[in-house]
């Protein structure tokens, strides 16, 4: 089976762009959350999904970070518009259920 | 909040020695308690995983110890491998919330 995919691996953009990571998690999954993870605050949680349902929208970046499932088998977050404070690592996972996640391999983002 | 911690946040060992790695949590509610492993430039792999009801779980050179009473576990890897360079975090989930909450990782260097 395929695991979780994300893309692009690796993105670069200019302060106020706009911003669109994708992912696929592992079919038939249902839970679907997206993550930062920064070497200081580590994992944080962004968005959560339970059967395309968002169920958490991660409180203090509801205000540029926007996550979507569009179907069951693809989600994008789109980030607008980009902060220099927001290089990360941002990690899509997958989980059936709602015990183990399992994570892609991340697109790591900077922002200039 | 830190619901889960860890220590130490870095550790070396020799190869051939046993590393143990530290996890606590406050929210009694946590029932179940994954590890991962994650690779520079790679997304969290789940490792191994453990239910409270619970007090050891073993996979090869990999065994977690479950103390509830104390709210207290660890993850040992015997026999270390430089392979084994990695940081791993602890996490919990609880009453099937969906949701992880994570530690902040141990740093582990392997020396060989």
């Known amino acids: 089976d395929a695991g979780v995919t994300q893309t692009p691996r690796h993105e670069v953009a200019e302060k106020g762009q706009t911003i669109i990571l994708k992912c696929e998690p592992v079919?038939?999954?249902?839970?679907l959350f997206w993550y930062r993870q920064t070497k200081i605050q580590g994992l944080e949680l962004l968005s959560y999904?339970?059967?395309?349902?968002?169920?958490?929208d991660g409180g203090a970046f509801k205000d540029r970070f926007k996550a979507e499932m569009l179907n069951s088998s693809f989600s994008t977050l789109k980030i607008q518009p980009t902060e220099p404070k927001d290089s990360a690592v941002y990690l899509c996972?997958?989980?059936?259920?709602?015990?183990?996640?399992?994570f892609g391999p991340g697109t790591r983002l900077l922002v200039l | 909040q830190q619901q889960v911690r860890q220590s130490p946040q870095s550790l070396t060992v020799w190869e051939g020695e046993t590393a143990i790695l530290n996890c606590s949590y406050e929210?009694?509610?946590?029932?179940?308690f994954p590890w991962y492993q994650q690779f520079p430039g790679e997304g969290p792999a789940l490792l191994i995983a453990?239910?409270?009801?619970?007090d050891k779980k073993e996979d090869g050179r990999f065994t977690i110890f479950f103390n509830k009473r104390e709210k207290k576990l660890s993850l040992h890897i015997t026999d270390s491998q430089p392979g084994d360079s990695a940081t791993y975090f602890c996490?919990?989930?609880?009453?099937?919330?969906?949701?992880?909450?994570f530690g902040h990782g141990t740093i582990l260097r392997v020396h060989p």
């Open positions: 929210n009694s509610a946590f029932d179940y």
């Open positions: 996490a919990a989930n609880g009453a099937n919330t969906g949701k992880l909450t």
């Open positions: 996972a997958s989980s059936p259920n709602q015990d183990t996640q399992y």
């Open positions: 999904f339970r059967s395309k349902s968002l169920m958490e």
């Open positions: 079919s038939g999954h249902n839970d």
């Open positions: 453990i239910r409270s009801v619970s």
